[in-house]
């Protein structure tokens, strides 16, 4: 059975950095459109960041120059840099996982929904 596991969250103060890390099972990333969600209550889910099977990169206007996103294929590992964390940016934040190349060919503010997506991990930032 697939399962998405992220980890990394907690509370952090404003400035401050996080690295959140996505770990699937019984799958494999390589030959997918990896991404990061975040959602907070009340509000509709929010498209972070996108990776597609090169390796390139899409991100929200709003994280771009403080976020990356990385992956290692051999290890099922996704990972999302958080940097220069601010207020807004407190949510719970999931990874998701498609094998259609479909996914990461949208903008990352039209992000579809994905095949596979993880519980999440809250974020914090005060």
């Known amino acids: 059975q697939v399962q998405l596991v992220e980890s990394g969250g907690g509370e952090v103060e404003a400035g401050r950095s996080l690295r959140l890390s996505c770990v699937a099972s019984a799958m494999t990333y390589a030959s997918s459109c990896l991404a990061w969600f975040r959602?907070?209550?009340g509000k509709e889910r929010e498209?972070?960041?996108?990776?597609d099977n090169y390796g390139r990169?899409?991100?929200a206007d709003?994280?771009?120059g403080r976020f990356t996103i990385s992956k290692a294929d051999a290890a099922n590992t996704l990972?999302?840099?958080m940097d220069s964390l601010k207020p807004e940016d407190t949510a719970m934040y999931s990874c998701a996982?498609?094998?259609s190349g479909y996914h990461c060919s949208k903008p990352i503010q039209h992000l579809p929904d994905f095949a596979f997506a993880g519980q999440g991990t809250q974020v914090?930032?005060?």
């Open 39 to 41: 959602q907070v209550p």
């Open 47 to 51: 498209g972070v960041a996108s990776i």
């Open 57 to 59: 990169p899409k991100y």
């Open 62 to 64: 709003s994280v771009r």
């Open 79 to 81: 990972a999302l840099q």
């Open 97 to 99: 996982v498609d094998h």
């Open 124 to 126: 914090t930032v005060s």
